[in-house]
């Protein structure tokens, strides 16, 4: 039987207190609908339908690429009429799944048992026991703990409430018995919705069991209503990465204090200061150390290097042995060659550092190649931005640039050169000379400094 996916995400979300429709604020770096239209897709679905409404097309248009079916419901009528909206769309004979885009963290593993539960007897239902039952749904079971309905709270009687075992909303049932148990709903109820949970009873009368499955963690079914719930699962989603990573024996020196907001693959031995935040695609090589406060974005650290405190990193490839920081800024489309080092409070953008170079101190270099055991002097500038254009800088194995140096590009500097410190380079310089373009040192003896004004 193949799968369709029905997510509901059309509710308003008022207690966010924002602008933002509920469903696009950010966990980890990524909308709250799209974990969910992720683990979806991780589950093989043939078809994804969206049901949205408030907050109109910037939905839509914000996930505009992920593959799914995007169904406006223009009125929010109930969890039912939401899924009733859905149903034109599935194909005959799918096994259907329903999610909700404000339940983020649903784990994979757990949808794929209760879907393999929906197949083999019909009706799949994920439930949960809560110690504080208030506002959810109760699952009511009879003498024999077969499922027979589920009320919601604010229908339920006292006795009822009572009941710890509450409807996560997440179930799977075919799309024929679904259809057909859809169009018998009616809105006679306290809150007059169509509730979706109202099938529950129809299947039941019908001779369909329903069997539950739960969670191995409750914050896998936990809906965000407010910032503080999207904190709470940002924490633990969080927490559920860091420890991934130290089960594949990486050393984190606080698991509380390491935020992904994407992908991070690590090799053997790599260390992890305190406040370090991985954004996109980060790869780190064996034995990479990473000092505290630092960033990485999109990046590749080699095997060996050191990254050090208060550096960050952004779409930049690390060779290996490489060191970097602290406070070092790597930019865009930095490629640093294998024992490079680049010191304090340099700024590097799309440039090449050959093997064994050294940007030690207080520099900045962008446009640049530069290639193998060169030495950059402490204030060197290259001068790569005439207002208009970006311009090359490019320097050859084994130069020596004196400190304060400023290099207008475009230039080139010939291998074995040797540039005088404070110096303004504008021409090119060949290999194996010495260019140095500084003023001449005037001197007087015996000078007598300014005195302050007396009055
Ligand atoms: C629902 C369940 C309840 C369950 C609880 C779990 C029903 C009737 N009740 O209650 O048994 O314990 O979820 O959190 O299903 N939505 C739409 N369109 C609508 C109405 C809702 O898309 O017309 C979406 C909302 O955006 C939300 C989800 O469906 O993501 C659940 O709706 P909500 O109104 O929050 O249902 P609850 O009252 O919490
Ligand atoms: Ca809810």
């Not at 939905?59 to 505009?64: I, K, S, Y």
């Not at 010939?414 to 060949?430: D, F, H």
Request: hydrophobic share 40%; proline share 3%; aromatic share 4%.
């Amino acid at each position: 039987m193949g799968l369709s996916v029905v997510i509901l995400a059309a509710g308003q979300g008022t207690r966010m207190r924002s602008a933002l429709p509920k469903v696009l604020h950010q966990l980890a770096g990524k909308s709250l609908l799209e974990h969910v239209i992720c683990s979806a897709s991780e589950l093989g679905a043939e078809d994804i339908h969206v049901v949205y409404g408030h907050g109109g097309d910037a939905v839509p248009t914000t996930l505009a690429h992920c593959a799914v079916n995007w169904i406006k419901q223009h009125e929010q009528l109930g969890t039912g009429h939401a899924v009733s909206q859905a149903i034109p769309y599935v194909p005959a004979g799918r096994q259907v799944l329903i999610l909700y885009g404000d339940v983020p963290l649903t784990a994979v593993d757990t949808l794929k048992n209760l879907i393999e539960l929906g197949e083999k007897s019909g009706f799949g239902l994920l439930t949960i026991s809560l110690e504080d039952s208030t506002g959810y749904g109760r699952i009511v079971r009879d003498e024999s703990e077969k499922v027979v309905r589920i009320v919601e709270h604010k229908d339920a009687t006292d006795t009822e409430r009572l009941i710890k075992e509450v409807n996560t909303g997440i179930l799977t049932v075919s799309k024929e018995k679904l259809a057909q148990w859809l169009e018998r709903l009616d809105n006679n109820n306290s809150q007059g919705e169509y509730y979706l949970t109202d099938i529950i009873a129809m299947a039941v009368a019908d001779d369909v069991k329903i069997n539950t499955a739960s969670p191995e963690n409750e914050h896998e079914v936990l809906g965000v209503n407010n910032k503080r719930q999207l904190a709470e699962l940002e924490r633990a989603y969080q927490f559920e990465c860091a420890n991934k990573l130290m089960d594949i024996g990486v050393g984190l020196r606080d698991p509380a204090r390491l935020d992904i907001r994407g992908n991070v693959n690590c090799g053997r031995d790599v260390s992890i200061d305190i406040n370090v935040v991985f954004e996109g695609q980060v790869e780190i090589g064996d034995n990479v150390s990473i000092g505290p406060n630092c960033l990485v974005i999109n990046s590749k650290i080699g095997a060996d290097a050191k990254i050090f405190a208060n550096t960050i990193v952004e779409n930049a490839v690390i060779g290996k042995n490489c060191s970097v920081g602290p406070f070092a800024r790597i930019r865009p489309e930095t490629e640093l060659a294998e024992s490079s080092r680049i010191g304090n409070f340099v700024e590097i953008k799309k440039a090449k550092i050959g093997v064994g170079s050294k940007v030690n101190h207080l520099s900045y270099i962008g446009d640049s190649i530069i290639a193998k055991d060169v030495n950059i002097g402490a204030g060197t500038i290259t001068c790569n931005y005439d207002g208009a254009n970006k311009h090359l800088t490019e320097i050859g194995d084994d130069v020596f640039v004196g400190s304060g140096t400023q290099l207008v590009a475009p230039v080139k500097i010939g291998a074995g050169a040797t540039i005088g410190a404070g110096s303004t380079i504008t021409k090119e310089v060949a290999s194996g000379s010495l260019a140095l373009s500084r003023s001449k040192q005037m001197s007087k003896s015996g000078w007598n400094r300014p005195q302050k004004n007396k009055d």
